[in-house]
């Protein structure tokens, strides 16, 4: 059951449209990042729908893949889903959001399965020694009156982030590794009754990569952005914390493009559980400067 009230909630509500597979929403200009929505909360809606469609709580999602086609605005949408398969213990489904009138928008496919039998490990680890997120530099506190800057709704009203490893973008640093941790939390958590943050979320978090780009090439004369050309993500296991750790590495750039990964980590309520791996995502950005 989902809270009403609750900005993610009610920004990835879906409602049945005047055909088979397909539905409206709206996407509020609160989770606009300079100039459009952020495409996780965009992804978050189009796997809203394909859940209502599937309707078997036996099968979670599992992965997913977004191809970022045409941009999407803030407003009215509509989400057109296409059950491509379903199966005992997984099931397929693509769907595309657009703005209403729009050709074309965020195509995403997503794989539902239920539980199985297997091996379990975790070969992958977070950084040691960071600090909690009440120890670390906000994105929202004041920055240096003489920075132009202009607030981005995403980070001032949705989702806080504070850096544990590396910089905040307004600061002088020398440039070294292409890497940085984050503690992230939205401000109006969406938890489930079961206590778990809405794995729907974990996708709002996890795209947001180019900031390992950032750390590696330091402050620059001309300003740049790096929009999703994709994103694919593997959703691992339950959230309970509302602060979640996200170690990110940009791996490659070349050619106007760079490869970026993200792993999402969950240190319990009092940061002193066993860290355990939530999510991990790959993404492929171009770059886009601005004169």
Avoid at 45 to 58: F, I, N, W
Avoid at 75 to 103: C, F, I, P, Q
Avoid at 154 to 163: D, H
Avoid at 168 to 188: G, H, I, K, L, M
Wanted: net charge negative; proline share 8%.
């Amino acid at each position: 059951m989902r809270q009403v009230g609750i900005p993610f909630f009610d920004t990835t509500a879906v409602r049945p449209g005047h055909s088979e597979g397909r539905y409206e929403g709206a996407i509020e200009e609160s989770w606009n990042l300079r100039p459009l929505p952020q495409g996780g909360i965009v992804t978050a809606l189009a796997l809203r729908a394909m859940g209502e469609t599937l309707d078997d709580p036996t099968q979670r999602l599992r992965t997913l893949h977004t191809t970022f086609i045409a941009q999407v605005a803030a407003g009215d949408v509509t989400v057109e889903v296409d059950l491509l398969r379903r199966g005992r213990t997984m099931s397929h489904l693509r769907a595309e959001v657009a703005n209403v009138g729009a050709k074309r928008g965020h195509l995403t496919t997503g794989v539902f399965g239920s539980t199985r039998v297997g091996f379990a490990f975790t070969e992958l680890a977070p950084p040691e020694n960071l600090p909690r997120p009440d120890d670390c530099q906000s994105f929202r506190d004041p920055i240096p009156s003489d920075v132009p800057f202009e607030p981005m709704p995403f980070w001032e009203r949705r989702v806080e982030g504070r850096r544990a490893l590396g910089h905040r973008w307004d600061e002088d640093w020398v440039p070294d590794r292409a890497e940085t941790a984050t503690w992230y939390r939205f401000d109006d958590p969406p938890f489930l009754a079961d206590g778990t943050i809405d794995p729907l979320a974990l996708v709002v978090l996890i795209d947001t990569m180019p900031g390992a780009i950032g750390e590696k090439v330091g402050r620059q004369d001309r300003p740049w952005f790096s929009p999703s050309v994709d994103l694919t993500v593997h959703l691992l296991d339950d959230c309970r914390s509302p602060w979640v750790l996200a170690h990110n590495r940009a791996r490659y750039a070349g050619d106007g493009y760079a490869s970026i990964d993200m792993a999402l980590w969950d240190f319990g309520a009092r940061f002193d559980d066993t860290p355990r791996l939530v999510a991990y995502a790959t993404q492929l950005c171009l770059f886009t400067f601005l004169d």
